[in-house]
């Protein structure tokens, strides 16, 4: 089955940039998308497609996708954006899988 | 404005059954695919099952497949349904509902820009 592998801890100043990996084989031949998700609140979408934002989020999210990697970067980090982001990909075997989460820690 | 409510969740005994149900308003229900996915207490989104907007393709992850079955309500109820059976201990969890980005679900529209705020199941003895 297809596999996605985040790193636990990301830690950021704040007003610095934030990136959080994602790693897959072959992912950048896929779609990837983000979700934001604080303690007790559903997850929020903030990039799909790989690098579209959805109406509402701040400019400073955005995305990539390439080779084995997709990442999620944070321009001007703020502490609002503390939070675990999980990235989500489709794979014909599985078809859907999360990876397994990045926790971010703005201080 | 989009919502979806989910019920259903509660305490169950392994090998008992529930049936989870999302009702969705604020958009035309038929039109999008639909999805559950879970949390497991301090852990990470796990994804469940989906639904095309037609009800006529389904998907599972293979941790419940056989097991869970995913269905929708596309007339005057549009309601999202996921009957759960031979419920686990590891099925515990928080289960969200959530809309998909089309009709169809595949590589291109399986995100998921709204989301329910969840319901708990608890699968003990």
């Known amino acids: 089955s297809y596999e996605l592998t985040q790193p636990p801890s990301v830690s950021v100043s704040p007003g610095q940039t934030a990136s959080i990996t994602c790693s897959g084989d072959?992912?950048?031949?896929?779609?990837a998308c983000w979700y934001q998700q604080k303690p007790g609140q559903s997850p929020v979408l903030v990039i799909y497609q790989d690098t579209k934002r959805p109406s509402g989020i701040p400019e400073r999210f955005s995305g990539s996708n390439s080779g084995n990697t997709a990442t999620l970067t944070i321009s001007g980090t703020q502490a609002m954006d503390e939070a675990d982001y999980y990235c989500?990909?489709?794979?014909?075997?599985?078809?859907?899988?999360f990876g397994g989460g990045t926790k971010l820690t703005v201080l | 404005e989009v919502q979806l409510l989910e019920s259903g969740g509660g305490l169950v005994q392994p090998g008992g059954s529930l049936r989870l149900s999302c009702a969705a308003s604020g958009f035309t229900f038929s039109n999008y695919a639909m999805s559950w996915v879970r949390q497991a207490p301090g852990k990470g989104l796990e994804w469940v099952s989906a639904i095309s907007g037609s009800g006529g393709f389904t998907y599972y992850a293979d941790s419940v497949k056989g097991r869970f079955t995913i269905s929708r309500d596309n007339s005057k109820n549009t309601l999202l349904y996921l009957q759960m059976n031979s419920l686990r201990a590891e099925d515990t969890a928080v289960y969200y509902c959530?809309?998909?980005?089309?009709?169809?679900?595949?590589?291109?529209?399986?995100?998921?820009?709204?989301w329910g705020q969840g319901t708990m199941v608890t699968v003990s003895s």
């Open positions: 989500q990909a489709w794979d014909s075997s599985t078809p859907v899988v």
């Open positions: 959530a809309k998909g980005g089309a009709n169809y679900y595949d590589s291109s529209t399986f995100w998921s820009l709204d």
């Open positions: 072959k992912l950048g031949h896929k779609f």
